[in-house]
């Protein structure tokens, strides 16, 4: 046993430094990136904000939607041959992944998929932990089979694995373990890092070796998404903030809270509607129950299953998230995404706002 005593921060530990800045308008701000990985050669032009493979995120229609607007979409592991076949038309290869497990069945099925259609050119290879021996020996599978894609690979929290799993073949490492807003494996199991930490050690280990890393998780609000980018993520994955919207394809459901309100005479009560979408861990009961028929004897749930509000079309997230990182931009005269990072410099706090008059969340 040891214990390492120096800092390990997260988003809600750190806040920006302004600097001084030469730019007018946030419009000034250019937040498209060019990247060629370094196994497959591919180059890839977008903004690399990426909606995550969890159910009701990484949706087809999510993927229409987010790529409109240049961003990228891992689809969900459950999406058979034909389900991805019957929207293809639609999709834009440059902006979507499939993803898959490990299983000798998901190897088959992504080999089918690929199969049937060639011109896609990211695979996203995902399990919740990336430290297993037999992880890695799948990635370097993979990699033989498909020399020409992009692999993303993941998930880790530290740069030996960063490194193991570049080495192995992926192009992109995933990096987070435990701050998702629906997963509970740091309370479950005890293990995790955290995020903001993680980024910076892991694009450290990461560019070294000429690759890159995804940020998977952690994100609350658009001022989160422009921290993931200065600590050196190449890419950020949001699932929480992507979820409740129509192109999730969640349920809707519709609630009647009753409020007590004063008339002349007296209190009569008004309901309100209010709406709401489930959402979900990919490692908790309800999706294994879904996907599996059962949570098997052998493990016990990762995550925890929330009704959020509903947000209706996504494109109003996308905007607010563009505009928030555009902002940050300006604040420390980055005039491009890429020059975010140099620009950055954090400093540790104790508190983030002042939310005296924030509302109840329901």
């Not at 990211?122 to 430290?131: E, K, L, Q, T």
């Not at 989160?224 to 129509?246: E, Q, R, T, Y």
Request: glycine residues 10%.
């Amino acid at each position: 046993m040891r214990i390492e005593f120096d800092d390990k921060l997260d988003f809600s530990d750190v806040l920006i430094r302004p600097k001084r800045s030469t730019l007018q308008s946030r419009k000034e701000v250019d937040l498209s990136r060019t990247y060629t990985f370094k196994h497959s050669s591919a180059s890839w032009t977008g903004i690399p904000i990426m909606a995550s493979n969890m159910d009701g995120v990484g949706t087809l229609e999510m993927a229409k939607a987010l790529q409109t607007h240049q961003l990228f979409t891992c689809l969900v592991k459950s999406y058979t041959t034909s389900d991805i076949g019957s929207a293809f038309e639609t999709l834009n290869p440059n902006h979507f992944a499939v993803s898959t497990g490990t299983s000798k069945r998901d190897l088959e099925q992504l080999k089918e998929t690929l199969k049937n259609h060639p011109s896609i050119q990211f695979i996203c290879i995902d399990v919740a932990n990336g430290y297993s021996e037999y992880f890695g020996d799948f990635v370097e599978k993979v990699r033989g089979l498909f020399p020409n894609h992009v692999i993303i690979a993941g998930n880790v929290v530290t740069a030996d694995m960063t490194q193991e799993l570049i080495l192995r073949g992926a192009d992109i490492v995933k990096v987070g373990i435990g701050p998702g807003s629906v997963c509970t494996t740091r309370i479950q199991t005890g293990v995790g890092y955290p995020q903001l930490s993680a980024i910076i050690e892991c694009a450290d280990a990461a560019h070294g070796l000429g690759a890159h890393i995804i940020s998977d998780g952690g994100c609350t609000c658009p001022g989160d998404v422009a921290k993931a980018f200065g600590a050196g993520a190449d890419f950020v994955m949001l699932g929480g903030m992507f979820a409740g919207h129509i192109e999730g394809g969640g349920e809707v459901i519709t609630e009647y809270h009753d409020t007590m309100q004063r008339t002349k005479d007296s209190f009569e009560p008004i309901y309100k509607e209010r709406k709401f979408v489930e959402f979900y861990g990919m490692s908790s009961s309800t999706a294994m129950i879904k996907h599996h028929g059962s949570v098997a004897d052998y493990r016990s749930s990762e995550g925890r299953t929330v009704k959020i509000p509903f947000k209706g079309n996504v494109d109003v997230t996308v905007l607010d998230i563009l505009g928030g990182i555009r902002s940050t931009c300006t604040y420390v005269g980055a005039p491009t995404l890429k020059q975010l990072s140099k620009c950055t410099t954090f400093i540790k706090v104790h508190r983030q706002y002042n939310d005296v008059f924030v509302k109840e969340k329901h």
